[in-house]
């Protein structure tokens, strides 16, 4: 039998293992920790005081005949084909890498002490928690709420923040106490002009400020002001600054298939990592130009799970980023390679379905779901969606 290594055991992993077929395939998946998180949820925590159900371990997502060894890999040696954990060493014939990304704080001066107090909604349970705890205790003054780097996972994600931060605060009865500045790096709130020209008009209707190509450098905690590489400032009093993500730290063989964030470079197409015919690389671990999001690596998974299984297929870059736009409503980024991110319209029934993964995500893992996917996959064609809806943007 083939020996498939799988490193991590986020939602791409675990799709991707019981994609194959166990009987063919003699597949060991290695992860330092045994729980698998819903992270989608951290949004909720953060801004609705969520306390929804959202671990579970992985071993019980996992069809029989898959091996989970909790061991953390330390070194991936490509040309010798061997993971190195601090337990054991493995050996494959096909290697996978779903290790996902991290948040890394230190690369801004000042964000670590602000983390740390304030929180953030993209690193851990706890985190989120932290933001809630800020928000509650919140009774006017600016919210400034952003990006600490362009690199984030789930694009839709800071926008997202901004929207329940000011919904928050108007059931709160503090919307004329306060102020809300959203920043990103970008030219524009949202870095597609399709998607941006539905969010514009939702964040001057509902008073966010918003600050383009605002470049974090550093966060002065005394004088309480975020500074932009650009020279401009924001000075805030309770700040929900969304880390820089970079690569999880293994040692590779060789390094060169790293970028200068630790994300792995790999064929857009096949997920192959670069230079190797039998090593993937697939969802936020990548630096394919993708984005990072759950669905992706779903869809890339299946894409791999594929190719091991000997079918010719490439992936076509498809993006379906759900998008919580507050107030009951939401959309989702759906584009592609090949086509532009669909001008989407937010509507109550997206937002329930938006809502509705949480329900269905720990089945989804295990493929039960996989025919309901597929159909609204195919429904969602943006090539389809473009016709209707239209789009001024230029595919890439």
Known sequence: MEKIVIVGAGAGGIILANSLNTKKFDITMLDKTALNVFQPAFLYIAFKGAKANIIKPTAK????????KIEEVKKIDLAERQVVTDIDTYHYDKLVVATGSITDTTQIEGLTEVNKQFGDYHTSIENAKRVWDSLSHFNGG????????PI??????????????????????????????????????????????????????????????????????????????????????LPIIIPPHVGVKIDYNPSSVLDSDRFIKADKYTMRIEGFDDAFAIGDATAIPTAKSGVTAHLQAKTVAKILSGIDVKFDGR??????????KGSFVIGSYTEPVVRYPPTRIKHFMKMMMEKIYWQSLKGT????????????DPAKLNRKYGSKQKSV
Do not use: Q, W
């Open 61 to 68: 997502l996992l069809k029989k005949g898959i091996k989970l």
């Open 319 to 328: 993006t379906n980023c759900p998008f919580d736009m507050g107030y009951g």
């Open 152 to 237: 984030c996972k789930c694009p839709p994600s800071p926008l997202e923040g901004a929207f329940l931060a000011e919904e928050l605060i108007r059931k709160k009865g503090l919307k004329s106490k306060t102020k809300i500045a959203f920043f990103v790096p970008y030219p524009r709130a949202y870095p597609s002009e399709a998607m941006n020209e539905v969010v514009e008009p939702l964040l001057k209707e509902r008073g966010i400020d918003v600050y383009t190509f605002f470049d974090v450098d550093s966060i002065d905690t005394g004088k309480k002001i975020i500074s932009s590489i650009e020279g401009d400032s924001i000075k805030y009093d």
């Open 142 to 149: 600016t919210i400034a709420i952003g990006m600490a780097s």
């Open 369 to 380: 779901y996989d025919f309901m996917f597929d159909a609204y996959f195919k429904h969602t």
